[in-house]
């Protein structure tokens, strides 16, 4: 069913339900973040690709996880904060969520589910990136090292 996906909701940093479905018909873009990782600045990178393409229908959401070396150890308000301070982000985020394990959020259970890793169904690390198409299919599942720039001819493609 393609519109699983749109049938999911996540709640924003201040505790608001979000439904997946705002984004019917773009070409979204869901990311697991953490603040204080090595990689966090792609935060950076991927700021850029919204800011490049969201007026051509693409949309990148940022879940923070704590799961993964304690590297997301900020409150929901602070982490967005921090966000917005140190990296220009301007995409939503979510509140903080677990991506593994008996507590993964719906939204990474369903992804997961439909584009396992190399780890299977687990995420890896922060930073792993799922690209969902204009209908609510998930495409394709980037690894955490794969930097933001890499996906654009991906997204390109999509939009």
């Not at 007026?55 to 967005?80: A, H, R, T, Y």
């Not at 687990?122 to 495409?139: C, H, Q, S």
Request: glycine share 10%.
């Amino acid at each position: 069913m393609p519109d699983e996906f749109y049938q999911l909701t996540a709640n924003n940093p201040q505790g608001r339900p979000i439904d997946m479905s705002a984004y019917k018909g773009k070409v979204v873009l869901v990311v697991n973040t953490a603040t204080q990782c090595g990689l966090t600045p792609q935060f950076d990178g991927l700021e850029k690709l919204y800011q490049d393409y969201k007026d051509k229908g693409l949309m990148i959401l940022g879940f923070p996880c704590n799961q993964f070396g304690s590297q997301e150890p900020l409150g929901n308000d602070v982490m967005e904060e921090t966000c917005k301070v140190n990296h220009g982000v301007t995409f939503p985020l979510f509140e903080k969520i677990e991506v593994n394990g008996p507590g993964t959020h719906p939204v990474f259970k369903y992804l997961k589910t439909k584009l396992g890793g190399f780890f299977g169904r687990r995420i890896k690390w922060n930073f792993t990136k799922f690209l969902i198409d204009r209908d609510g299919r998930p495409v394709k599942r980037f690894a955490p090292i794969t930097k933001p720039a890499e996906i654009e001819s991906h997204i390109k493609s999509l939009l």
